[in-house]
C-alpha cells in the first residue's frame, strides 16, 4: 500500500468514526448540563468546597468563579513544583525553577501545556500526577463550562443568570472527562502504553553508554492529555515516544481523543438552542476548514522534490516512521486546529509550507474543532461577526439566534479576536528586537523567525506545541510565555461571558422573510470566509517572513 493510500485511509476511518459518535455523545454532553440531579459524588465536592450548585450566577459572578479557582490552581502548581525535592516519588529531581515553575503552573492551568523542559528528567511521580494530570482534567472542565455559559447567553431571554460554574465544572470534569478518559487509558495500556510508578532504571547499553528511563502513570495522563485538548507529554518526545503512543492504531485512537469533543459540542450546542441545524451549520464549518487543511498539509509533505523524499515517500525528517507522512500530518493539523498541542513528529521538521499551515491553524483562533470548550465559544463569536458582516451587506440589523447584534455585542466581539494577534505580533517583534531573544534560536533567517513566531503562536492561543529548535528555557521566554499564555487565556473568557450576559439579557427576536438563515449552506460559506479573511489575514506579514519566505525559496 502507497503511503499517500494509507494516509486517505486513516483519514476517512477518523472521520467515520466521529461520524458515529456524534450524535450520541453531543446528546448526552446536553443532557450533563441540563440534568436537575447532582450525582452523590458531587454532592461530595460541592459540600467540600462549599458551593451551592443550584444558585444561578450572573456573568460577573460566573467569570470570578473562572478566575479564583484558576488563580488558585496556579498556586497549588507552583508550590508543587517548588517543594518537589521534598516529596515522595520525586526521582531524587530537585525542586523546579522559580521561573519554570511560574511558566508550568500557568502553562497547564490554562489549558496550553507549553513544555520548556523535559519532563522525564525534570518532574517526579507527584508533580506529574497530583498536579499535571489534576490541570488537563479541570482546565478542560472550565473551558466547557465557558462554552456552555454562552451557549445558555443565546438560549436564555429576559435574564442575566448564566448557569452555576461550580456545577459545571464539576459535571464536566466527572460525567464527561473522567469516565472517557478512564476508558481510553485502558485501551492504551492494552496497545502497550506504560502505566506505572517505577523508578529510573538502564534500558540498555547504546553507541558505548547507558540509556536510562523512568516510569511513571503514563497512559492516564497520555488519555486526558489529548481528550481534553492539553498537550502536555510525559516525556519530552511527547506523542512521537514509543511509551505514550506505541502504535500507528494508538495514534488513530489519540487523534480522535483530540477532535471527539471538541467536534461533538456542535451537537450539545444544537439541543440547547433548540435547533439542531444550527449545531450542523456550525460542523460543518468546523470540518470543511479541518479537512482542508488536512489535505493541504498531506499535500505539502508527501510532495517529492528530490530522489531523497522521493524514496522515502515524502518529507520524513523529524517524522516517526510507525505513524509515516499520512498519520504525522493528519495528527499535526489536529493538534495545531484545536488548543491540544500534542505532537507526534516535529513541526520544526516539516517543510517550509508544512510548517505555515500549522501555524495558520494556530493563529484562526483554534477553532476547526478548536479547544475543549474554547473551539466552540471561538466559532460563535467568529459567527456573530459574520452575521453582523452580512447585516451591513444588506442593510439590516444583524440577528443570531433570534438576539440582535448591536453596537455592545460587536464590540465585546471586536475585542475578543484582538486579543490574541496583539499578544502574537507584540511579543515576537520584541523578541526579535532586544538583542538576548534570537540567541535562543536553532536556526538563522526566516526558520529561526518561524522559530519565534510559532512559539509566541502557539503560547499566546493556548496550544503549547513547538518548533522544536527554540531555546525556549531561559527567563525571558518562561516570562513572556507565560504571560501570553495567561492573557491569552482569560481576557478572551472575560468578553465571551460577558457578552452571554448581553445576549442573555436581551427578548428574543421573531424571524422573518429578511432574516439570515444560520442553519443553511450559505451561512456556512459566509463563516468560512469570514473566519479566513478577518482573522487568517491579521497574521499575513508575519507568516511572508517566515514560512512562506521558506516555503518559496
Known amino acids: 500500500m502507497s503511503p499517500v493510500l494509507a494516509g486517505f485511509l486513516q483519514l476517512l476511518a477518523l472521520i467515520g468514526v466521529l461520524a458515529l459518535v456524534y450524535i450520541p455523545f453531543g446528546g448526552y454532553m446536553a443532557r450533563v448540563y441540563t440534568s436537575p440531579k447532582h450525582l452523590r459524588a458531587e454532592k461530595w465536592i460541592y459540600r467540600g468546597i462549599g458551593a451551592n450548585p443550584d444558585a444561578e450566577m450572573t456573568w460577573p459572578a460566573y467569570l470570578r468563579g473562572v478566575l479564583a479557582f484558576s488563580a488558585v490552581s496556579v498556586l497549588f502548581l507552583y508550590l508543587l513544583q517548588r517543594f518537589q525535592g521534598m516529596l515522595p516519588g520525586s526521582l531524587g529531581f530537585s525542586s523546579v525553577s522559580p521561573a519554570q515553575s511560574f511558566n508550568t503552573a500557568v502553562s497547564f492551568v490554562t489549558n496550553t501545556n507549553w513544555q520548556s ?13 497530583a498536579g499535571l494530570a489534576v ?27 448564566l448557569g452555576n460554574f461550580w456545577a459545571d465544572l464539576v459535571r464536566g470534569t466527572v460525567r464527561i472527562l473522567l469516565p472517557v478518559a478512564a476508558v481510553a487509558a485502558v485501551l492504551l495500556v492494552a496497545a502497550g502504553a506504560i502505566q506505572n510508578f517505577s523508578g529510573i532504571h538502564e534500558v540498555g547499553q547504546f553507541m558505548g553508554g547507558s540509556q536510562q528511563w523512568n516510569g511513571g502513570a503514563v497512559a492516564s495522563q497520555e488519555a486526558i492529555k489529548e481528550l481534553g485538548t492539553n498537550g502536555g507529554g510525559y516525556f519530552n518526545a511527547n506523542s512521537a515516544h514509543p511509551f505514550e503512543n506505541p502504535t500507528a492504531l494508538t495514534n488513530l485512537l489519540e487523534i480522535f481523543l483530540i477532535l471527539v469533543i471538541p467536534f461533538c459540542l456542535t451537537r ?72 491540544t498541542g500534542a505532537v507526534d513528529s516535529f513541526h520544526s521538521s516539516f517543510t517550509g509550507l508544512g510548517g505555515g499551515i500549522t501555524m495558520l491553524g494556530m493563529m484562526l483562533g483554534e ?16 459567527a456573530v461577526i459574520a452575521v453582523f458582516i452580512a447585516g451591513l451587506m444588506v442593510g439590516r440589523t444583524p440577528e443570531y439566534l433570534g438576539k440582535k447584534i448591536g453596537g455592545r455585542e460587536m464590540k465585546l466581539a471586536a475585542c475578543y479576536i484582538l486579543v490574541t494577534p496583539t ?34 503562536t502557539s503560547a499566546s492561543n493556548n496550544n503549547g506545541s513547538a518548533f522544536a529548535g527554540l531555546n525556549a528555557n531561559t527567563d525571558w521566554f518562561n516570562t513572556m510565555t507565560g504571560l501570553a499564555m495567561l492573557f491569552g487565556r ?18 428574543p427576536v421573531p424571524a ?7 442553519d443553511k449552506p450559505l451561512f456556512t460559506g459566509l463563516l468560512v470566509g469570514a473566519i479566513l479573511i478577518v482573522t487568517g489575514l491579521t497574521y499575513f506579514p508575519a507568516l511572508a517572513l517566515g514560512p512562506l519566505a521558506e516555503g518559496l525559496a
Open 490 to 507: 482569560f481576557l478572551p473568557m472575560v468578553f465571551v461571558l460577558a457578552l452571554a450576559g448581553s445576549l442573555a439579557g436581551q427578548r
Open 512 to 518: 422573518t422573510t429578511g432574516t439570515l438563515r444560520t
Open 268 to 339: 450539545t450546542f444544537g439541543v440547547l438552542v433548540g435547533s439542531v441545524k444550527q449545531g450542523y451549520a456550525i460542523l460543518a464549518t468546523m470540518a470543511t476548514i479541518w479537512v482542508g487543511f488536512t489535505l493541504l498539509m498531506m499535500a505539502a509533505e508527501f510532495s517529492h522534490h528530490g530522489p531523497a523524499l522521493q524514496a522515502a515517500g515524502g518529507a520524513m525528517e523529524g517524522k516517526e516512521t510507525r505513524f509515516g507522512v499520512g498519520g504525522s500530518a493528519i495528527f499535526s493539523v489536529a493538534t495545531t486546529l484545536t488548543s
Open 117 to 129: 523542559y523535559y519532563g522525564e528528567q525534570t518532574m517526579g511521580h507527584v508533580v506529574q500526577t
Open 423 to 456: 499578544l502574537v505580533l507584540v511579543l515576537t517583534a520584541a523578541s526579535m528586537a532586544l538583542p538576548t531573544p534570537p540567541h535562543s534560536m536553532l536556526n538563522p533567517g526566516a526558520h529561526g523567525f518561524s522559530e519565534v513566531l510559532y512559539a509566541f
Open 135 to 161: 490541570q488537563n482534567f479541570v482546565s478542560a472542565a472550565v473551558g466547557m463550562a465557558v462554552a456552555v455559559a454562552l451557549v445558555r447567553g443565546f438560549a436564555r431571554s429576559r435574564t442575566g443568570e
Open 367 to 382: 477553532i476547526a474543532p478548536g479547544g475543549v470548550g474554547s473551539g466552540l465559544y471561538g466559532m460563535l463569536i467568529m
